[in-house]
């Protein structure tokens, strides 16, 4: 269906566009929505019964993002990671280090079509998001009145979102479509947008870009530090300094002549800031203590060396004990649950292909991304249904309990739907003409003799001309294209594409006047064909 495949790294985001659904006639049930599109996963309320069911790491959607939305989402996590690990002492870090970020980190203000729990709680309505795949952002309020070049923003109760001037502004117009526009200019709860197509009164607004969250966003230092502790000792002839990071210490020392301090408290001050001054390190002191009641003056000079010595030697001593993982070596004893992979497995490489027939596998398909036409296969297989999210479940005994297809421009795609496990499937039925459906169903009703308002509301006279005005439109259509000297057969074949009846005249029937050029054709070695009177 396309070049691009998520399996490396090129999504074509098939369950973002729009689809029509149709019964098992053809006939659309609902048009153009996008009936894949789902509505983001949000687990934060969800972090700790996960950990506490054996989660130890934890993957945070990201793919075709942004750099603001990876820092504002990582960063909302790491914060209740934290929050949870602080109040439990039966969990430590998986990894050291702590982050710092200078801003508020908040999901709302990064792409997201709302948070859902999806089926955590079992299988449920309400998770798709029909009119459009975009970030709707947080809502606002409705259109008021309305003018020219502006509108009045009636605020949702309890809402007190600040608009500001760069603002990004969505809303869905009045044929159901997803639109959007930029602040210019506000005064009280009047805003001056870019441009008022859609706006009208009563259209529910959404801001999906903050402007000053956004520049605060990515001016914003991220920072992951190992804190470290320090104690100094001062006296008369000597100063020491201990660092330690919890684990490992390292103390260092020099020689001099120290005075007592005239201004103790300045001192103190000096010490503890020369020492704090980390740079680019991986450290942060977080905290400074001094072993003697006599406070003695120390040049700023040796309070620098002594810094950046002890820092120096608590890095080589953490790499000196750093463990390293091993990589466990490979078992080729071990056997694969399945001896046949099929194509969806997705083997697509000699490296993938060997690893398998070490462990066993006898029989391995082309995986799905090799091959260039996909129809046949199973190409999409989830939990979510469509006919769930429409009220339509079978369990319900809806009124409609037919086969059910997506049609997303010439590309056709059976539902099939296993009730027993709660399971969908999307099936590709392969590309044709858009038209190929109606010819079908123009077929199908020739043979049976009847034009109930298939075409029409009158049944008789008025398909007759119908099909009379359309075999003469395709006639004229082989006649031009055999005047051109194209090939006939493919052009019968492309107005059979265009026309719904009167097909077979026009692939039989030459006016006299073309005689001349038909007879040339048949010289030529194209097919021959007969006249035909009406």
């Given at each position: 269906m396309s070049a691009?495949?998520?399996?490396?790294?090129?999504?074509?985001?098939?369950?973002?566009?729009?689809?029509?659904?149709?019964?098992?006639?053809?006939?659309?049930?609902?048009?153009?929505?996008?009936?894949?599109?789902?509505?983001?996963?949000?687990?934060?309320?969800?972090?700790?019964?996960?950990?506490?069911?054996?989660?130890?790491?934890?993957?945070?959607e990201g793919r075709l993002k942004d750099e603001n939305y990876v820092r504002n989402v990582v960063g909302w996590y790491r914060r209740r990671m934290d929050e949870i690990i602080a109040r439990r002492p039966d969990l430590c870090?998986?990894?050291?280090?702590?982050?710092?970020?200078?801003?508020?980190?908040?999901p709302a203000k990064s792409f997201s079509r709302g948070g859902i729990s999806y089926f955590l709680d079992g299988a449920r309505r309400g998770v798709a998001s029909f009119d459009t795949p975009k970030a709707f952002g947080e809502p606002l309020g409705q259109v008021g009145a309305v003018r020219r070049d502006s509108f009045q923003l009636q605020r949702v109760a309890g809402q007190g979102v600040q608009l500001n001037a760069g603002d990004g502004l969505c809303f869905v117009t009045a044929a159901g479509e997803s639109s959007g526009t930029n602040v210019n200019r506000i005064e009280e709860d009047w805003i001056w947008p870019n441009r008022m197509e859609g706006i009208r009164p009563g259209v529910e607004?959404?801001?999906?870009?903050?402007?000053?969250?956004?520049?605060?966003?990515?001016?914003?230092?991220?920072?992951?530090?190992?804190?470290?502790?320090?104690?100094?000792?001062?006296?008369?002839?000597?100063?020491?300094?201990?660092?330690?990071?919890g684990t490992l210490q390292v103390i260092v020392s020099r020689l001099g002549d120290f005075e007592?301090?005239?201004?103790?408290?300045?001192?103190?001050?000096?010490?503890?800031?020369?020492?704090?001054?980390?740079?680019?390190?991986?450290?942060?002191?977080?905290?400074?203590?001094?072993?003697?009641?006599?406070?003695?003056?120390?040049?700023?000079?040796?309070?620098?060396?002594?810094?950046?010595?002890?820092?120096?030697?608590?890095?080589?001593?953490?790499?000196?004990?750093?463990?390293?993982?091993?990589?466990?070596?490979?078992?080729?004893?071990?056997?694969?649950?399945?001896?046949?992979?099929?194509?969806?497995?997705?083997?697509?490489?000699?490296?993938?292909?060997?690893?398998?027939?070490?462990h066993g596998v006898t029989r391995i398909e082309p995986g799905y991304d090799l091959r260039s036409d996909l129809k046949g296969v199973d190409v999409m297989r989830m939990r979510y249904c469509i006919r769930r999210e429409l009220g339509m479940c079978l369990r319900d005994k809806p009124d409609y309990t037919g086969?059910?297809?997506?049609?997303?421009?010439?590309?056709?795609?059976?539902?099939?739907?296993?009730?027993?496990?709660?399971?969908?499937?999307?099936h590709y039925c392969g590309s044709t003409p858009a038209s190929t459906t109606l010819q079908q169903n123009s077929e199908a009703y020739r043979r049976n003799g009847a034009h109930s308002g298939a075409l029409t509301n009158?049944?008789?006279?008025?398909?007759?001309?119908?099909?009379?005005?359309?075999?003469?439109?395709?006639?004229?259509?082989?006649?031009?294209?055999?005047?051109?000297?194209?090939?006939?057969?493919?052009?019968?074949?492309?107005?059979?594409?265009?026309?719904?009846?009167?097909?077979?005249a026009a692939r039989t029937r030459v006016t006299s006047a073309r005689q001349d050029t038909t007879q040339n054709r048949r010289q030529q070695g194209y097919p021959s064909f007969k006249t035909k009177k009406r």
């Open positions: 691009r495949s998520g399996n490396r790294g090129d999504c074509s985001q098939a369950c973002r566009l729009p689809y029509d659904l149709l019964d098992e006639r053809m006939q659309p049930l609902v048009r153009n929505r996008h009936l894949l599109s789902l509505q983001d996963m949000n687990a934060t309320e969800r972090l700790e019964a996960m950990i506490d069911a054996g989660v130890t790491s934890f993957k945070i870090r998986a990894s050291e280090g702590i982050s710092t970020f200078e801003f508020a980190p908040n607004l959404y801001r999906n870009y903050d402007h000053r969250y956004v520049t605060a966003l990515s001016r914003s230092r991220l920072r992951r530090t190992v804190p470290v502790t320090a104690l100094v000792r001062v006296t008369a002839s000597e100063m020491e300094l201990t660092l330690s990071d007592l301090a005239q201004q103790p408290d300045r001192a103190l001050a000096t010490i503890r800031t020369q020492l704090s001054k980390t740079g680019e390190t991986i450290f942060d002191l977080t905290d400074v203590k001094f072993s003697d009641d006599e406070v003695r003056f120390v040049p700023v000079s040796v309070l620098n060396e002594l810094r950046r010595e002890a820092f120096q030697q608590l890095d080589t001593e953490r790499l000196e004990h750093y463990c390293r993982r091993q990589r466990l070596p490979e078992d080729s004893n071990v056997r694969f649950p399945k001896l046949v992979l099929g194509g969806d497995e997705n083997v697509v490489n000699s490296l993938a292909e060997r690893f398998y027939r070490d086969k059910l297809y997506l049609r997303h421009g010439t590309f056709l795609y059976e539902l099939r739907f296993d009730c027993a496990r709660c399971m969908m499937t999307v009158r049944p008789g006279q008025q398909n007759g001309r119908q099909r009379g005005a359309r075999g003469a439109t395709a006639e004229r259509t082989v006649d031009r294209s055999i005047k051109r000297g194209a090939d006939f057969r493919k052009a019968a074949e492309q107005v059979g594409h265009r026309a719904d009846f009167g097909v077979e």
